[in-house]
Structure formats: C-alpha cells, structure tokens
C-alpha cells in the first residue's frame, strides 16, 4: 500500500469519530455516487445538480462553467474521493471531501460540497463549499440560516482538516522512509550496485518513501518530480523502460546503469551515479544534471556520450544490446513460478521484469548457441512484439487455459479477453524452458506455426498445443463457464412461491460481479442449460458493456413472483432521452439454490427493437426448456408488462 493511501485511510477512519450522525435520509455515500454520476455523464452532468430556475441566462453560463470546472477539473478519475466529515441541517447538508492524486500521493486536497433535498433526493449544490443558486421552493429565514451555519461550519473544518492531513502524511512518510533504512539489508549490508538497483526499482514503483531512503533527494523536490510531465523523470518515474548495471568503472567510485526505452530516446543513455556510506547505509547521489539547470528548469534528456566517463562512452554506441546484455537474469525455480511472473509482468506493466524472464546470451531454440548481434536483434524484436501483443488493452484480462509439458519444456496457451466480450478473445502460445544451470525462463521468440528442431520440442508436443489452439474457442468457454450449473431441467414441482428477498439479495450479487469484472465468481449466481454456455457468456458480456456506459444507467425497481419463477425488474434511465426503459430478468429455482439467467433478459415492447431482441429469446426457451418453464417465463411477461404500461400511464399523467 502507497504511504499516501495509509494515511488516507487511517485519517478517514479518524474521522469516523468527527462526522455527524447518518440520519434524514442522508448517507456520506451519496457525496461518493454523486461524483460517479458526474464522471460518467457525457456532458457536465447538469442532471445530477440543484440548480435554480429563476436565474438569468447569463447567470446559468456561469454556472455551468462552474459544472464543466467540478467534472473535467475536481472531480478527474485521477482523484480518489472519501467524505471525511459531513453534517445535516434540515434538508440542507455540507460534506467535506479529501482527493488523494494518483501520482502526487502527498498533495492534500480538501473540498466541501453542498446537498440540499428537494422531494426526498438529495441533490449537489453548483458551486462548491455554498448553496449559491440551488433550487428552492421562496424565501425561509430559517433554511437562509442553516445554509449559512453549515458555509461557515465547512470553511472552519476544511481549515482543521489540511493541517490535520498534512501533518499525518509527513508522519507517516518520514516513518516509512526510516523503516527502510533500518530494516533493508540491500541498503545496509548489500553492495553498491546493489543499492542502485534499488533506488530504480523504487522509481519504478513510484515508492516516495523508497526513493527517499536511498538517495540523497529531498522529500519537497521527490514530490515535485511525481507531478513532472515533460523531463526525463515523468519517464524514470514508471516502468517501461530498462535499467542494468554495467561493470564498475576502474578507479571511480561510480556505478553506471544502461537505460533504455524502446519509444523514447530520452531515455537511451547511461547514467553515472555517486554511492556514499552514510550513517550505516548506502545513499544514492542523483547526479546534479537530473536535478534543476540554470533556467531553473528540469533536464529534458540525459547527457550523451562526451559528458560520460571515458569507459562508458563504449556503450552508447548500441545502448539498447548494453542494456540486455548486462539485465540481470531471473530465471525461477519451477515452471509454476515462471508463468505466474510472466503474468504478473504484464500485469503492473514491469517491461525491466518481463525482458529479464528472457536469456539474452543464448538461444535455447537452437540448442543453447551463443547468440551473434543479429540473432540479438531478432530476439529482441520478437520479444518486444510479444509484450505489446500481451499489453494490448483491448483486453483486461489474461489467464492460461491449455498447457502441454515434456521433460524441460512448458507449452501453454495464454487468453487475453475482456470481461464485456467474453466470447472474443486471442489466443498466444507462451513458451517457458528450463535452462541449464540457470532455471525456468521465457521463450518469446518462439511460435506455434513455425517447425522446430525435434531434440528442443517433439513433434508430439508441437502436435497437441496446434489442436488446443484449433479448439480454444470450446476451452475457453468451459474454462470461463467451469464454476457454473449446467442445468438439465429447472424445478418445477409447486413450490411455494420465491422469496422477494431473496431475489433481491441475488441480484445484488450478480450486480456486484457485472460492475467488479469478476466473472468467474458468477458461477454460484448462474446457470444455463446445456449447450447453452455461450449464450450465457455472451449475455454476461452485455451486461458488463451496459454497466460501463457513460449514456444510460440501470437501476433496480422491483420483483415480480410467480409460483416457480421470479422477475426482477430493472428501469434504464438514458441521459440523452426522457423516456426511461424497462427489462427483466428471470430469477428461477435449481437442486444449489436460486439461479438468475442473464441469457433470457426479457425487455419492455415499445417499439420494433425491443421486439427483434425478445423474439430469439423466446425461440430459444421454447426450443431449450420445454413448455413448463415457457408457460411461467410468459405468465410473468404479462406481468411485467402490465407494470410497466401502468407505470407509463402514470408519468404521462403527471
């Protein structure tokens, strides 16, 4: 966990103990979901505020501008939000916010934001920290003084709460930048190089309190660098670049590191580091270019070759073969291991831990041969083809779902697949070897189309990975659909009615699922029958897509019972339409409990698109199911209809 993100924490469960009472109808989350809401707007989300009518035009310009500053400014995914305090006066309440910036974990950002209840909702206020120009029903001196006492209570607590944060944050930071130095034996007992590995791991991390114990950078300059955009420390300060120390420089007490990022020739060069003993540790000396120039401004770039020692200037010439040929190797002890840190690389981003799963002095596709320039050329390109390929984030998801093994080799194949397209998805060969002497390490050049010696991969193996790549559509579908119930036959044998409650609390679940991506825990709330798996994924995909989309929202409304069968019925509310939209799930009994089927989501008729989606539905429970579950799915459709036209009848009315 971030040093920011614990104090954020802690600081929030202190203020537990500050904030008023939840009650009138107000819940702290409201603040929370409002944001959201505003987020997923496509405009500046002018719905979601209180905002007075009687105002001129000119007036409301204002205003919005006001919006577009909370939605494109304030309220930026970049933030996290938590209320830290918050208090009701009538139908008047004053939250106060703290934002913690990706990026800039030490930055203390404290907002307040005004409610007010109009028919029971609560609403936002415009203009943060007042109730200028919300909506209200003529004149009370006594709401004129609510507003008024929770204006001046926020403006007193922000104050507090920014001197409170900020004392905590430095707290905890310099804490944790002790517990470093005290407790890594890198920095207290390892080598020089060693500890210039960890001050570039701890860059990459973006771990302020890391970077702070292992070099001689100040706290306010590091917290200036996260926010860097331009110089060559917005690219130190992530992770897809390559650092590798190079041999000592004889009579310098030096440690030079290769760098080396493939899209960005800022940072392709060598940096020549001082390491000093300090106080029982070591302590890295940023060189004084990297820090501020003349004009005051951060270097855009490294130095180049005539301002290195004469020893390093070699190295520029291909400074990309420098830095892989001195990576440090990490090569795991199994294969499990292996492919878990070939994952988990892609994962966070790491391309200095995906690059070092690879040898880059021999060829274990050739029987373990030195490797010439242009074999190293080749190598690389195909292995950085393979990390862009595995990269790709059209797809969030990554797991393996074949694997065929002989003695010292591990073939599996790798799926890439987002949890809103659970049916489209890509398959790569992944190829992991044991290397003498070294351990289990990647293969990235290697593919499953092209022929290959038979002493390094039988032809048997090659053989049985090229099926599982044929039928990794059917794989993948059982892999994805392993936890779920194959359903034979619903029970249909006079039940007593199904609990509402119990249908409410299902569908919670399965909402929490769709909106968390967690696919495979949906295979305790699902089932389909036989056959029908893909239609269930592809269902389950819809509802993920639905759950992600800025247009329209989708909120619960009700449960419909019948005797074997329950409904639950859901309203979509589209931002750029005033009708709403109505559907329905069907809820049903098997031998594990209550099931929900997203793959026969019935929606309201109203118009000719509704009745091209509902029409295979139909077709396929007729032809799926049998009569039994036809006659209840129907006997709730007629229902759900009737509800929704007296539903309709009632907003026309009004």
Same mark, same amino acid.
């Given at each position: ?14 203020? $537990? ?11 702290? /989350? ?72 990706? *990026? ?42 609510? +507003? ?62 890391? !970077? ?42 030096? $440690? ?23 106080? *029982? ?20 770039? @490294? ?45 966070? *981003? ?62 599996? @194949? ?16 992944? %190829? ?36 599982? $790549? ?9 892999? @994805? ?43 305790? %709330? $699902?089932?389909?029958?036989? *056959?029908?798996?893909? +239609? ?23 449960? !419909? ?70 006659? /209840? ?5 007629? +229902? ?15």
């Amino acid at each position: 966990m971030r040093v920011g993100n614990f104090v954020l924490c802690v600081w929030v469960l202190f203020a $537990v103990f500050l904030r008023a009472e939840e009650g009138d109808g107000w819940r702290d /989350a409201i603040a929370l979901e409002h944001i959201e809401e505003v987020r997923k707007s496509l405009d500046h989300g002018k719905k979601y505020y209180s905002i007075s009518s009687a105002i001129s035009e000119e007036r409301l310009k204002w205003v919005e501008m006001c919006l577009d500053d909370l939605k494109f400014r304030k309220f930026d995914e970049r933030y996290d939000y938590q209320v830290i305090e918050s208090k009701v006066l009538g139908d008047f309440c004053m939250t106060i916010l703290m934002a913690e910036e990706d *990026g800039a974990p030490f930055d203390v950002n404290i907002m307040s934001l005004g409610f007010c209840r109009i028919g029971g909702a609560w609403k936002a206020a415009p203009v943060l920290g007042s109730f200028l120009l919300v909506d209200e029903k003529g004149y009370s001196a006594e709401r004129e003084k609510s +507003k008024m006492v929770l204006r001046q209570w926020a403006e007193n607590r922000s104050r507090k709460h920014r001197l409170i944060v900020a004392s905590e944050k430095e707290k905890s930071l310099l804490e944790e930048v002790k517990r470093y130095q005290a407790n890594d034996a890198v920095l207290k007992s390892g080598s020089r190089e060693d500890a210039v590995a960890f001050f570039f791991k701890m860059l990459q991390r973006r771990d302020m309190a890391g !970077i702070l114990a292992s070099s001689d950078m100040q706290r306010a300059f590091v917290s200036s660098l996260f926010k860097e955009e331009e110089s060559v420390w917005s690219v130190l300060l992530g992770s897809s670049y390559l650092y590798a120390i190079l041999p000592q420089v004889e009579g310098e007490d030096i $440690v030079s590191v290769a760098l080396y990022h493939p899209y960005n020739k800022s940072l392709q060069s060598v940096m020549e580091l001082g390491v000093e003993r300090e106080e *029982g540790k070591w302590v890295v000396g940023v060189p004084m270019g990297l820090r501020y120039g003349e004009d005051g401004k951060l270097l855009l770039k @490294l130095p180049g070759r005539s301002d290195l020692h004469r020893s390093n200037q070699g190295y520029m010439g291909d400074i990309r073969k420098s830095a892989l040929m001195h990576l440090d190797l990490k090569a795991y002890e199994s294969e499990a291991q292996c492919s878990m840190a070939v994952l988990k690389a892609i994962e966070v *981003g790491s391309f200095q831990n995906f690059m070092s799963l690879i040898d880059w002095k021999e060829s274990f596709l050739e029987g373990g041969l030195e490797l010439s320039e242009g074999d190293l050329g080749r190598l690389y390109s195909r292995a950085l083809a393979r990390w862009n390929e595995w990269r790709n984030q059209k797809f969030s998801k990554r797991e393996y779902m074949f694997q065929v093994e002989q003695e010292g080799v591990s073939l599996r @194949l790798m799926a890439r697949y987002s949890p809103g397209r659970l049916t489209r998805f890509e398959v790569s060969e992944v %190829l992991l070897a044991e290397v003498e002497n070294k351990g289990w390490l990647l293969v990235p050049e290697f593919r499953i189309a092209e022929e290959v010696d038979e002493d390094v991969i039988s032809q048997v193996t090659l053989a049985e990975a090229r099926m599982g $790549v044929e039928k990794s559509q059917s794989i993948m579908i059982a892999s @994805l659909t392993r936890e779920v119930k194959i359903e034979s036959g619903y029970e249909f044998e006079g039940e007593e009615k199904i609990p509402d409650k119990q249908v409410e609390e299902l569908y919670e679940a399965y909402r929490t699922c769709i909106e968390q991506g967690e696919i495979r825990s949906l295979g305790t %709330l $699902v089932a389909c029958s036989e *056959g029908q798996e893909e +239609k269930l994924l592809e269902a389950i995909g819809r509802d993920v897509r639905a759950q992600m989309s800025t247009q329209s929202s989708v909120e619960y409304s009700e449960v !419909i019972s019948g005797e074997n069968m329950a409904w639950v019925v859901m309203r979509i509310e589209y931002h750029q339409q005033v009708d709403p939209e109505f559907m329905a799930y069907p809820v049903v009994r098997s031998a594990e409990g209550l099931k929900i089927l997203p793959q026969y989501l019935y929606y309201y008729e109203h118009g000719g698109g509704q009745v091209i989606v509902n029409t295979p539905v139909l077709r396929r429970i007729k032809e799926v199911e049998g009569e039994e579950f036809l006659l /209840a799915y129907q006997a709730l459709r007629a +229902k759900f209809n009737q509800l929704v036209d007296s539903e309709i009848d009632k907003n026309d009315n009004e």
